[in-house]
């Protein structure tokens, strides 16, 4: 009796922890999938070379139809004028996001993730035309 | 004494296997293929109502006089809002199916909205990288099964009366191709007939046939056409093309008329793919049983602006004797042609904002004056844009008023070429070759709107205007009645004669799917799929803000009369 309790007690205690951290790691902002998997960028992410190539790959990877063309609104996030994480925006385009962004981990070299990255970053400081 | 005993045994023996067979016969009947000819107006059997591809529904219960007592019957909830609900339910026999995003595919009580089975694809994680997910925009039905084209590249056939799988069938590599399945099959025979995406994608796309009976191939046809004089060098490996919507069909002539996607890259800077690309951008006219190719007719010859033929809707329309094929391109022209050759009859516009061509012949069908975009980094304006005159959504053919209710959108865009490289490891990467964003047409504010005309001439009867060009398909029924929603989330029915509203209804979520009709013990309902969301959606924010915010939802809205 007394071991079937504590079974019970021990199996609700994993479960409540197995729920606290499942709802920690879905809420945590630092989270942002794949985040910690990012690393070091391989180059200096405010080149303006590295910049420009990472705009190239954002408008031939379906601009305008996500996030709108140079960043601008769209149905996904608006990017300009975004003040966003590095690791944060590395995350996203790796894994992509719940509401329907697609992941470029698989498909995409991880150096021109991070150059995607220098871009978005730059978005930052853009104006709307 | 024995032989007569014996002659009873065997007489009972043939008439239990007669009777056996004919309750097979009688059992398999209901969902059988012989069904889902139309003919049973309580029904919605395929993705247009019908071969002819006319999305009409010839119940008249509910009318001009009483539209106005429409009330809600019940409502069903799909559960996924991503990318809205894209799909046409189909009704067969008192029961509702449909698919929603994620392909969820649900079987309803017709009359109370209860839900008989669902059945949630366990999809490959490739999905999440893939550009075309994860909606979907209808099912097929027949010999006892509905089937769907899945996301990660299958065909997936499920018992109509359980929900559980009959077969599963892989046609795609979608690991590899990051291509897919996204329209509605057609089941035409014995065979599921359906076409893949691949427009925006560096590799070949192709229409299917499997065997309804067990899933096997029966054959494919490839849209790229091996012929070095329509595809220069090497570019026809990457030429994109395939036929992601659905087609139509004509028992008579026994063909089936499937439109084929934009070549790839989209926009050539000149050199990207010599020749004209055939056959990308036409209709196809194929045999369903073997698949082989009776006659092609190329709308956009060497496409330079993504107006694609693949927009899935074809109106077999006899008239004056002549047998025609009206097809509604994404350029806003409206292609009719002799449906037994391909020849053309009639070009029209939908549209009146364009400057891709000056006109089109309507007598040859001729681009006249060609205006591509082709100059590498220079933005150049175009119309209409890149989401067409009109979309990949449906208009609906009433042969009582013998009017076209179709929708239109008077947009442009700024177009920018660059170069590009295909990318087809580890897998295929978008190939857009430029990109865009959407412009106010010259002197005036974009808009859209429903009209109601002629098919064949094109002599407009009335116009509805909608602030946002719409993008959900119409529905008209013999009660003289036209049903669209719009992009704010009211549905509306029209007077088919007069296009005066006669009644609304705010479902809370914009329209992108189809509404349908049917009807259960007697009793006429509209279902109306409710729920904003669409990859050309992502083009409205540069001209309207406010759509950024426009709720997204995934409900099916089944309306009755008090």
Known sequence: ?129 | MRTRTSRYTTLTVVLLVASALLACVAHAQPTGASRLTSDDPNNWPMYHRSYDGYRYSPLAQINKTNVKDLQVAWVHQSGVVIQGLEATPLVIDGVMYYIASNNRVFALDGATGKEIWHYYTKLDPVVTTLFFQPYNRGLAAGHGNVYFGTLDGRVIALNMKTGKEAWVTTLLDTKKCSCNFTGAPLVVKDKVILGQTAGELPIQGKIFAVKAADGSKAWEFNTIKNDPKSWGGESGKFGGGGGWMTGAYDPALNLVYWGTANPAPDYDWGGARPGDNLYTSSVLALDPDTGALKWYYQEIPHDDWDYDSGLGESLVLDRDGKKLLVHQNKSGFVFVLDRTNGKVANVWPMTHTYNFVKTIDPKTGELIERNPPREVGKPKFICPWIAGGRSWNSGSYSPKSKLWYNTAMEVCEEVTVEKQTPVTEPAAGLFFGGDQVAKHPPGGEAYGHLDARDPVTGERKWTVHYKYPPIGSVLSTAGDLVFHGDLEGVVRAYDGDSGAELWNFRTGSGHRGGPISYSVNGKQYIAVPSGLGSLVLGLYPALWPEVEHFPAGSAIFVFTLK
């Open chain 1, 1 to 129: 009796m007394r071991s079937s309790k504590l079974i019970v007690g021990v199996t609700a205690a994993a479960l409540l922890a197995a729920v606290a951290i499942g709802w920690l790691v879905d809420h945590s902002p630092g989270f942002a999938q794949g985040a910690n998997a990012a690393g070091a960028p391989p180059f200096d992410l405010s080149d303006s070379k590295v910049i420009g190539e990472g705009a190239q790959l954002f408008r031939q990877t379906c601009t305008g139809y996500c996030h709108g063309k140079d960043g601008g609104p769209s149905r996904a996030p608006k990017l300009r004028g975004a003040k966003l994480e590095r690791s944060y925006i590395y995350g996203r385009i790796t894994k992509g996001s719940p509401n329907g962004m697609p992941g470029f981990e698989t498909i995409m070299p991880r150096e021109n993730i991070w150059k995607l990255v220098a871009y978005v970053l730059s978005l930052a400081k853009a104006e709307d035309p």
